[in-house]
């Protein structure tokens, strides 16, 4: 329970603090003055909340001082039950009260939370430890400042806390009753107390906060406080804008974000004088005489800003995949993640928001409505209107392809802006003219429709999940760990489909590892590869099926489902060996994009053997090779924790935006400043589970000595980028060693040189199991990712790199009759033929079918590259993304390449 409550009522208060010290440590780099920054920003963020409750305060002392003459005289004369009947009508005939006394205490009650989120959030910041400020050599631990005899230390910073705190209270208690000087006194004693020996850092927030008090205290004895107060913020907003201008060395775009924060410092007067204008000359005509109706308008926008964030939002990013965000460390299902995301969106938008809301007078609760109407209607029309192109998103939620300020992106952008302030402007006219119920039936509307969405789509987790927790029993329950066979006299067709391998690392995997080149002599590699898309869910089928699933010829193939063609695909090259008698295993198909592979695909069909071992064999792993227990992941689930509630924010806001809250993957987060627990680039379960399935596919392969075999294995090693130990690429919990070449920061590259050496030693497996030379080998990507800094990595005319769209492709033959020269060779055979990865097919199929054709189609297999390849640029959208029987592909998201995919001659944007 105090869970639930720390969540709604501490955690908004968590994220303005944590967002502050993010903030003012980006421009100042400093973390002290960091501090000072979160100090004043939640200073100056609650003052209108004090001054509220100052008002409430000063209302119950002139009220209680009215009352005291009578209340005396009545305690003085009477006791007992007459006294408590006469005090009662008393305050009944003056209409008062005793529990408004309360009201005294609000300025305490405003304090208590965010001294609260102070202590939780300040106290474990690592960005802070062993950090010195000024005279404080550990901003992280207590200040010891003083050493006295004995091995005392004395904390000078408390002490001067409450030296001020009891300087701000003698001001501001000047005039007013004992009880409350006694009340600020001894509340400064207790601070003193509490935060004696609590780390600097936080006692000087708190001691920058009394100051600021203090200084409010001050100003509100002067003649002039509103001037004074505004000429020091413009003051100091302006100095600030000029230092992020022309002295600040961060990018253009963060600079010019900071600067448009600093600046609302001017628009003050306008902000306070438009609203009560805008009251005085229309008086918002009827709503202005319905406050029950402005309070039914306020609280459904919360309840319509609620269900979008705590439960549309991350309910249906789970459900795109569910496999991803279950069994998860200590989590089984996926649900305590929402339910623990409805949790901070409730203490967001709700708790904080309508308390807030109940603290003003009824012209700014007005204010506040026709605020949160507005906002609410622009986070409809950002979720469910406008999608970003920042590729697919992993679950501790990495984009893999964020872009931002590309020509197309600032078009979006204005365009999304120009439907935000038409939205704006149309509420506001039909609020001005009176359209009350309108609003009032759209809104339910819209509440009633998420909330179905909402059961909708947690009906469909609930069952994703019971066929993954009936799977994973089943997978519990079988011990044994060999899942491929290769026979010894027949022929072995081999498939590794490496998703988002990059065809462009390999020579300089080659320069780097030169022993490598024995275990690879065989294979030709064909650089002059290029893929369908930039994503598995439209650039695997063609490897799979080859051309009549490259994605112009499923969207001309209209009266087809997609889901059915896709299924046609992952089927086709498994149902023609089964029928030529081949044993047939396929493991871990990505089908539609999932984590989870779907082999229902395969139900029909039982000589096919599939199965996901991807994850199935990572604890026989680690029990393989003792000195990885202790590799320590980032943790998945206080990622999810802390950022899906962010995540919901990304989605909610305007496009420009979105850019800065994602944050290169940090989602505005400090825990990676300072070298923290960065969640891009380090170590998770789900890498390790992909290397493991990798490393451990020598123990997985089972040897026979008849028949033939076809293999197709999915691997997602090289999809999940992250730094590894160098020399060997192996994963790590803390990389002392990345390399000093010109990838040691690519972790693209990384993983790509870590499947080649563990691809070496599944090669000198099979050749020691004699099960090489009888071996075709195709080794295939999807597509490419990233833009690593290589020669002929040339920039495409949509903006992005050819690495997105230039795949690994090595093909090694079956055995031919080799000259002693060429056993000798130790030179990788390149072939730089135009080839698409749709390609596969024929050289899966050469000299083992006879004029093959598609079992689905009856069409004939055959290449279609004679004119080129027509490649698709959008992003990777799920497959609810799409329509039923097409790719949703709009005219302007295709690119042409011919010939040679490294002269950007080559590239055109069809007509």
């Not at 990389?735 to 010109?742: A, E, F, H, L, V």
């Amino acid at each position: 329970m105090l869970d639930i409550l720390y969540t709604i009522i501490i955690f908004p208060l968590v994220q303005i603090i944590e967002l502050s010290y993010l903030f003012v440590y980006r421009v100042s780099h400093n973390s002290g003055i960091a501090l000072f920054g979160v100090s004043i920003a939640v200073s100056v963020l609650t003052l209108p909340l004090y001054l509220r409750a100052e008002k409430w305060q000063e209302t119950e002392r002139k009220i209680q001082k009215h009352l005291a003459p009578k209340i005396a005289k009545i305690k003085a004369v009477f006791s007992g039950d007459e006294q408590y009947m006469l005090l009662s009508t008393y305050y009944r005939q003056n209409h008062y009260h005793p529990v408004y006394a309360l009201r005294n205490t609000f300025g305490l009650f405003i304090q208590l939370p965010f001294f609260i989120a102070a202590y939780s959030y300040l106290s474990h910041l690592e960005a802070i430890q062993g950090v010195s400020f000024l005279f404080v050599n550990d901003l992280g631990a207590p200040d010891m400042l003083i050493n006295v005899r004995g091995g005392y230390n004395l904390n000078i910073l408390p002490l001067i806390m409450t030296l001020v705190n009891c300087i701000s209270s003698s001001i501001y208690t000047k005039g007013l009753a004992l009880k409350d000087k006694i009340q600020l006194y001894g509340m400064a004693l207790v601070f003193l107390m509490l935060l004696y020996n609590s780390p600097s850092g936080l006692v000087l927030y708190w001691t920058v906060n009394n100051i600021f008090s203090l200084l409010k205290n001050i100003l509100v004895k002067t003649k002039y406080t509103k001037q004074l107060v505004y000429g020091i913020l413009f003051t100091a907003a302006a100095c600030l804008d000029v230092y992020v201008l022309f002295f600040h060395s961060g990018d253009l775009p963060n600079r010019l974000l900071a600067c448009g924060i600093f600046s609302c410092v001017f628009f003050i007067p306008l902000f306070i004088k438009i609203p009560s204008a805008a009251a005085y000359k229309f008086g918002y005509k009827s709503i202005t005489k319905d406050i029950p109706y402005t309070r039914r308008c306020f609280i459904l926008s919360s309840l319509i800003i609620l269900l979008l964030a705590g439960l549309v939002i991350p309910g249906s990013l789970i459900a795109s995949s569910v496999e991803e965000f279950s069994f998860i460390e200590n989590y089984r299902s996926p649900f305590p993640f929402i339910f623990h995301t409805m949790l901070q969106a409730m203490g967001i938008s709700l708790f904080w928001s309508i308390s807030i809301y109940l603290l003003f007078s009824p012209r700014i609760q007005q204010c506040l409505s026709i605020f949160m109407i507005i906002l609410s209607l622009w986070a409809l029309i950002n979720v469910f209107l406008v999608s970003e192109n920042f590729g697919f998103l992993t679950n501790t939620l990495i984009f893999s392809d964020p872009k931002f300020f590309t020509a197309g992106n600032i078009k979006s952008y204005l365009i999304n802006m120009a439907i935000l302030a038409v939205s704006t402007i149309f509420v506001l006219y039909l609020i001005l003219m009176g359209k009350k119920m309108l609003l009032f039936s759209f809104q339910i509307i819209v509440l009633v429709s998420l909330l179905c969405f909402g059961i909708v789509t947690i009906a469909k987790i609930q069952s994703e999940y019971t066929m993954l927790q009936d799977r994973q029993d089943t997978d519990n329950a079988n011990t044994a760990i060999t899942s491929y066979s290769f026979s010894k006299t027949g022929k072995n067709v081999l498939l590794i489909m490496l998703d988002a391998a990059v065809s462009g690392y390999v020579p300089y995997i080659f320069e780097e590892k030169p022993e490598l080149v024995s275990s690879f002599k065989d294979f030709t590699w064909y650089p002059n590869c290029v893929s369908f898309a930039n994503h598995t869910l439209i650039g695997a089928p063609p490897i799979y099926g080859g051309y009549e699933y490259t994605p112009e010829e499923i969207n001309r193939r209209d009266s087809v489902p997609l889901v059915e063609k896709h299924k046609e695909a992952y089927l086709l090259l498994p149902l023609l060996f089964s029928k030529m008698d081949y044993s047939v295993t396929v493991t871990d198909p990505p089908f539609s994009n999932y984590r989870m592979s779907k082999l229902s695909i395969f139900a029909d069909y039982p000589q096919i053997h599939a199965d996901n071992i991807i994850g199935k064999y990572t604890s026989h792993w680690l029990n393989a090779y003792p000195d990885k227990q202790n590799l320590q992941s980032v943790s998945i689930s206080r990622l999810l924790q802390n950022n899906l509630i962010r995540f919901s924010v990304f989605k909610t806001a305007p496009l420009f935006l979105r850019f800065f809250i994602y944050d290169d993957g940090d989602w505005l987060g400090t825990a990676n400043l300072r070298g923290g627990n960065k969640s891009k680039n380090r170590l998770t379960k789900v890498f390790i589970d992909n290397y493991a399935h990798m490393d451990l596919l020598p123990q997985l392969t089972g040897i026979t000595h008849t028949g033939n075999t076809y293999t197709a294995i999915y691997t997602p090693l090289t999809h999940e980028p992250i730094l590894l130990q160098v020399p060997d690429y192996i994963p790590y919990s803390n990389i002392t060693n990345q390399g000093n070449g010109r990838f040691a920061d690519d972790s693209y590259y990384h993983v790509n040189m870590a499947s080649f050496l563990l691809l070496e030693k599944f090669f000198l497996f099979l050749k020691d199991e004699g099960v090489y030379d009888n071996s075709r080998i195709i080794l295939v990507a999807d597509h490419g990712r990233g833009s690593g800094n290589y020669e002929n990595n040339i920039l495409l005319p949509d903006g992005s790199y050819l690495q997105l769209y230039n795949p690994l492709l090595m093909v090694k033959d079956f055995k031919r009759e080799y000259s002693e020269d060429s056993l000798t060779d130790d030179h990788l055979k390149i072939d730089n033929s135009f080839m698409t990865n749709a390609d596969i097919v024929s050289f899966a199929l050469k000299d083992i079918a006879v004029d093959p054709v598609n079992p689905f189609t009856n069409q004939k297999l055959q290449t279609r590259k004679a004119d080129g390849a027509n490649v698709a640029t959008i992003g990777a959208l799920s497959s609810y993304r799409h329509t039923e029987y097409k790719y949703n592909i709009e005219n302007g998201n295709w690119l042409h390449v011919h010939t040679n995919i490294f002269d950007p001659a080559n590239w055109k944007r069809p007509r």
